[in-house]
């Protein structure tokens, strides 16, 4: 699997992984599309297009922090799910060992169960902390989520400097 950063609106590939971005997230779950521009420059943030061979596959946009990588966004485009490509994605992204954090919707459902048990099979481990991610837009408020970590669950200390790190640099 070939990892491509964009850091630029301007190039052309970032109009296809918008559109996959926007199709894939709620609304509420997505930045505001000059906020989404502005963001690409910054130094920790990789939005990183997913290819096999030539081929688009999907989305991993991530954080790279000092401790730890926060996965924001991550997806496959949906007629490609199944065939391993996500996994192998988290495979590679935490290869080195170094803490990969994620945040899922709290399993209410088949879906969020589903979603929760790929990660859980991936090596994540389900955290205990009470956790409201930050609105990406005025409009709506905070919404709760479940926090996933791995190789293992956070300490106290690490999830505080994770939601610290969400609301001073990730939100900012």
Not at 48 to 60: M, N, R, Y
Not at 62 to 69: G, K, N, P, Q, S
Request: with cysteine; net charge negative; charged share 25%.
């Amino acid at each position: 699997m070939e990892w491509r950063r964009l850091t630029q609106p301007e190039e052309p590939a970032f109009g296809r992984a918008m559109a996959l971005y926007e199709a894939s997230f709620p609304r509420h779950e997505q930045r505001l599309p000059d906020e989404q521009r502005a963001v690409l420059s910054h130094p920790e943030y990789h939005f990183s297009q997913l290819f096999d061979g030539a081929e688009f596959v999907g989305l991993l946009l991530y954080w790279e922090a000092e401790d730890f990588r926060y996965v924001e966004h991550f997806c496959v485009r949906p007629e490609l799910r199944g065939r391993r490509y996500g996994a192998k994605a988290l495979e590679e992204l935490g290869r080195d060992g170094k803490t990969v954090v994620l945040e899922i919707d709290p399993p209410v459902d088949d879906i969020a169960r589903r979603r929760q048990g790929f990660y859980q099979r991936c090596g994540f481990a389900v955290n205990p902390y009470p956790h409201v991610h930050p609105p990406y837009r005025p409009e709506y408020p905070g919404h709760e989520l479940v926090v996933l970590s791995s190789p293992r669950a956070l300490t106290p200390a690490e999830y505080g400097a994770f939601a610290c790190y969400l609301s001073a640099v990730v939100m900012a």
